[in-house]
């Protein structure tokens, strides 16, 4: 059974950054995508970005393009979100999920997704 692990979370000050990782418990080539959700009380999972392992292409929401940077070090099975210029609403719960849609027009969930247990990011001053 695959595991996704999740570390990075905490507080940031609007404008401020933080880097999310993603490690995960076999090789990266196993997932032909992952990427990172947003989950905010009463609103459903919103999908962040996510990248596809077989070419690198990345995806990513509207609200975080310029802002956001995901990238994979396949060395070490690990995925990271860089997140500038932080914003209030950016704060949720950000998860990790393998095996999901990764392409135009959005990110989606599969029936075959995996998904860690998340870390909480609040951007608060």
């Known amino acids: 059974q695959v595991q996704l692990v999740e570390s990075g979370g905490g507080l940031a000050q609007p404008g401020g950054s933080l880097t999310l990782s993603c490690a995960a418990s076999?090789?990266?080539?196993?997932?032909?995508?992952i990427g990172w959700y947003r989950q905010v009380p009463g609103k459903e999972r919103e999908g962040i970005s996510c990248?596809?392992?077989?070419?690198?292409?990345?995806l990513s929401a509207d609200s975080v393009k310029g802002r956001f940077t995901i990238s994979s070090d396949k060395a070490k099975n690990t995925v990271h979100l860089e997140m500038a210029r932080l914003k209030p609403e950016d704060t949720g719960v950000y998860y990790c999920?393998?095996?999901?849609?990764?392409?135009?027009?959005?990110?989606?969930?599969?029936?075959?997704?995996?998904w860690g247990q998340g870390t909480q990011v609040t951007v608060s001053s």
């Open positions: 999920a393998a095996q999901i849609w990764c392409a135009s027009p959005g990110m989606k969930p599969t029936a075959f997704a995996k």
């Open positions: 076999e090789s990266l080539a196993s997932f032909k995508t």
């Open positions: 990248i596809d392992n077989s070419d690198g292409r990345t």
